[in-house]
């Protein structure tokens, strides 16, 4: 059921936020304001301020959360591994819309403050790391691996044409970075029984592959008032793909399947 | 374990078309069944009898029946032109990112239009007939 307001202990105590100002003769500074929540304090979740001179710190989102790391308060917690957008490790919610801070611009964000969350409607496990236990979980569910009965010659590969390829293409190109699940308000509000767009665009990759044989198996799996259809269409997702893909789509296209098939 | 906070949702997240687009469709829905009880009502009130059906239309005929209806009205013309939009996405159509932004505005723009035209009509002749 759909919860508006966060639970009392996981208020921002507004109070409780600390300031850290640019070192002096910063030419160019700019505020970033970070979630922060630490599970051995036993407080409440506060949101921290920290201004970073931009003349000194690389241009990207990922760059002004290690500046901070490393130069002004270590007790950050956050994911990152590859900076460049592959590994989908350093997903969060950036002034307002969940992407990648490896490969948002600073610059792109306009002039003001920077506002960092992690990825929405998740339990919290420090500062920006979330807990992603159930989405790894949901992307389990649609058996993300070919099945196919039919005997190949050890020897021999599955063949596909170009055509049948192409199809699989873009939705194979997901990083399970969570960008678009948990921009989603639906998965927000039923995120324990809708799969989310990132499962179901998983779910479709396979479904489309020309040499997968369990299509009718994967379409009973997912003909569920709430696993497929708690997708109300808003595209939230599509909007946030930091890789460009499109959720929305593909949930769209597997709908129209489950309709084709009974007729 | 302690018990892990939440992490913020609604509260933080941009207000973007997308949401606001489809959570107006929802408004506009729920708002539009309840106009759908107070036509049954309407209909009823006919059916009653002709005192009841005076009293009724006089109640809808007041100005905050007028502003009332104005509101359904103005759900109905949104409500049906965003419909539009979904059948096009169940068909298949307009789901990529830009094609869904243009849509979102015309959807809005068509709505108004068709609700001021609406209205003008209803009540201007309304307003000109004794």
Redesign the interface.
């Known amino acids: 059921m759909a919860e ?1 307001t ?2 009392p ?2 208020r ?1 105590d507004k109070h409780a936020g600390k300031h850290h100002a640019a070192a002096a003769g910063a030419t160019r500074p700019r505020t970033f304001r970070v ?1 922060r ?1 630490d ?1 051995a304090s ?1 407080q ?2 506060r949101v921290d301020s920290y201004e970073l001179d931009m003349a000194t710190c690389g241009p990207m989102v990922l760059d002004a959360l290690l500046k901070i790391k490393n130069e002004v308060d270590p007790t950050l917690s956050l994911r990152r591994s590859c900076r460049e957008g592959i590994c989908g490790s350093c997903a969060m ?1 950036i ?3 969940n992407t990648l801070a490896c490969t948002q611009s600073c610059a792109d964000l306009g002039g003001g403050e920077v ?1 960092i ?9 420090k500062d920006l790391v ?2 992603l236990s159930n989405f790894y979980a949901q992307y389990a569910a649609v058996k993300p691996w070919l099945q196919a009965r039919t005997p190949v010659s050890p020897d021999r590969e599955r063949l596909q044409s170009k055509e049948d390829q192409e199809k699989i293409d873009r939705p194979s190109a997901c990083i399970l970075c969570a960008c678009c699940s948990t ?1 989603c ?1 639906s998965y ?1 509000w039923n995120g324990d029984r809708y799969l989310g767009p990132a499962a179901l665009l998983a779910a479709y990759r396979w479904i489309v592959d020309s040499r997968d044989e369990a299509t009718g198996e994967r379409l009973d799996a997912l003909n569920d008032p709430f696993r497929l259809y708690r997708c ?5 997702c ?2 946030a793909c930091p890789k460009d893909l ?1 959720p ?2 593909a949930i ?2 597997i ?2 399947m489950m309709l084709e098939r009974t007729h | 374990m302690q018990d892990r906070p939440l992490s913020p949702h609604l509260g933080i997240y941009r207000f973007m078309y997308t949401m606001a687009l489809s959570i107006l469709h929802r408004i506009t829905g729920l708002w539009m069944a309840l106009g759908l009880a107070v036509l049954v009502g309407w209909l009823c009130s006919a059916a009653a009898g002709e005192s009841d059906y005076a009293r009724a239309t006089s109640l809808l005929g007041s100005a905050c029946g007028r502003i009332l209806l104005l509101l359904w009205l103005a759900a109905f013309c949104y409500h049906f032109v965003n419909g539009l939009r979904h059948l096009a996405w169940d068909a298949g159509v307009g789901l990529e990112r830009r094609a869904a932004r243009i849509s979102g505005r015309i959807a809005l723009a068509v709505a108004l239009i068709g609700f001021l035209a609406a209205a003008c009509l209803l009540f201007c002749r309304h307003l000109g007939s004794p």
Request: a positive charge; proline letters at 16%.
């Open positions: 508006f966060l639970p202990n996981s921002i979630y929540f599970p036993g409440r979740p919610n002034n307002g819309v506002r969350y992690p990825l929405p409607h998740l339990p919290v496990v979330a807990d921009s308000p927000w109300h269409t808003i595209m939230n599509t909007e499109n929305a789509r769209a296209d709908k129209r």
